[in-house]
């Protein structure tokens, strides 16, 4: 329960950006510049879902993987050039990150209708969300007006980003950093209801005979993922209802069947009792999802001046 935990103080820098992007930011921002802009981008998104089912996972994660890197500015889907270091070359991004097409995709139907009106952050945050509906997830209200990054930053990818190892504390550090407390973290980490994961990221988990892990989960995974070779054979994090949004991903966790290494430590320490919670109430664990999805996508948004509104979203205009 979050009343057993002390919440992180949030450093100043952090809570001044929170006010100035709720003062700027707005559900109805483009509610006079381009009304269809919201309806343009969730029936994008849901072709793009109903194509590959997969993809809704992608979205969101692409938008995580965003909003942890100099905030939602939509620097992550920045090309390589002469004098930008991308983020998709990032470790925890290269031959991983994906949907990068499914959201220029959706850019150029707005673009169609508003030139030069809906930054590209918008785009991603907003399809994020419709992700998570088109699958049977939580709804939420979207606050717009951000605007783009002309710059990315490859190195803050490489170290802000939580990875697949990490124990607890360094999890609940990273997500403190950005002004998301543990139950966000938690909640968040929810997400792993949906996708899949690479073999080389849960191999040193499934062969390690470990207590943290049920032995015939282990089995059935290692059928998939050969001690050598095979690292990039791809694995459901959510070995039950993989292309669904619902629980049993921390069900999975109470029972010792989480795929990755952070997914399992949620088990542990201060955060075992939110796992336990969210695993026998699903109605709790959306909400809480939906709640910190919102914090997240106004992690420092790049606003007015400081930023541009991309008309392609991997490149400057």
């Given at each position: 329960m979050?009343?057993?935990?002390?919440i992180?103080i949030?450093s100043?820098?952090?809570?001044?950006?929170?006010?100035?992007?709720?003062?700027q930011?707005?559900?109805?921002?483009y509610?006079?510049t381009?009304?269809?802009?919201?309806?343009?981008?969730?029936?994008?998104?849901?072709?793009?879902?109903?194509?590959e089912?997969r993809?809704a996972a992608?979205?969101i994660?692409?938008?995580?993987h965003?909003?942890?890197?100099?905030?939602?500015?939509?620097?992550?889907?920045?090309?390589?050039?002469?004098?930008?270091?991308?983020?998709k070359?990032?470790?925890?991004?290269?031959?991983?990150?994906r949907g990068?097409?499914?959201?220029?995709?959706a850019?150029?139907?707005?673009?169609?209708?508003?030139p030069g009106?809906v930054?590209?952050?918008?785009v991603?945050t907003?399809?994020?969300?419709?992700?998570?509906?088109?699958?049977g997830?939580?709804?939420?209200?979207v606050?717009?007006?951000?605007r783009?990054?002309?710059?990315a930053?490859?190195?803050?990818?490489?170290?802000d980003?939580?990875s697949?190892?990490?124990g607890?504390?360094?999890?609940?550090?990273?997500?403190?950093?950005?002004?998301?407390?543990a139950?966000?973290m938690?909640?968040l980490?929810?997400?792993?209801t949906?996708g899949?994961?690479?073999?080389?990221?849960?191999?040193?988990?499934?062969?390690?005979n470990?207590t943290?892990i049920?032995?015939?989960?282990?089995?059935?995974?290692r059928?998939?993922?050969?001690?050598?070779?095979?690292?990039?054979?791809?694995?459901?994090?959510?070995?039950v209802?993989p292309?669904?949004?619902?629980?049993n991903?921390?069900?999975?966790?109470?029972?010792?069947?989480?795929?990755?290494q952070?997914?399992?430590?949620?088990?542990?320490?201060s955060?075992a009792?939110?796992?336990s919670?969210?695993?026998?109430?699903?109605?709790?664990?959306?909400?809480?999802f939906?709640?910190?999805m919102?914090?997240?996508?106004?992690?420092?948004?790049?606003?007015?001046?400081?930023?541009i509104?991309?008309?392609?979203c991997?490149?400057?205009?």
């Open positions: 979050i009343s057993r935990f002390v992180p949030i100043l820098a952090v809570v001044l950006s929170i006010i100035s992007s709720e003062a930011l707005s559900t109805t921002f509610g006079a381009c009304p269809n802009a919201p309806t343009i981008i969730r029936n994008s998104i849901r072709r793009a879902i109903s194509a089912r993809m992608s979205l994660r692409l938008h995580f965003d909003c942890f890197v100099q905030g939602c500015d939509a620097s992550i889907l920045l090309d390589e050039t002469s004098t930008i270091q991308s983020e070359s990032a470790r925890p991004n290269a031959n991983s990150v990068y097409e499914v959201i220029e995709a850019k150029r139907e707005v673009e169609r209708a508003c009106v930054s590209c952050a918008d991603l907003l399809a994020a969300r419709d992700a998570s509906v088109a699958v997830g939580p709804s939420w209200s606050k717009l007006g951000r783009d990054s002309t710059t930053n490859q190195a803050m990818a490489n170290t980003l939580p697949p190892f990490s607890l504390q360094v999890l609940i550090d990273a997500f403190d950093k950005k002004g998301l407390n139950r966000d938690v909640a980490s929810g997400a792993h949906l899949q994961s690479q073999c080389f990221l849960f191999r040193g988990r499934i062969y390690s470990g943290d049920d032995a015939g989960f282990a089995s059935t995974r059928r998939g993922c050969p001690q050598t070779g095979g690292d990039s054979n791809l694995a459901a994090l959510d070995l209802t292309n669904s949004f619902d629980n991903y921390f069900r999975n966790l109470v029972q010792r069947k989480g795929l990755l952070s997914d399992q430590v949620l088990f542990t320490g955060t009792s939110i796992v919670q969210y695993s026998g109430n699903p109605r709790t664990f959306a909400a809480d939906a709640t910190a919102i914090k997240m996508s106004e992690i420092e948004p790049t606003l007015r001046q400081n930023g509104i991309r008309r392609v991997s490149a400057i205009n």
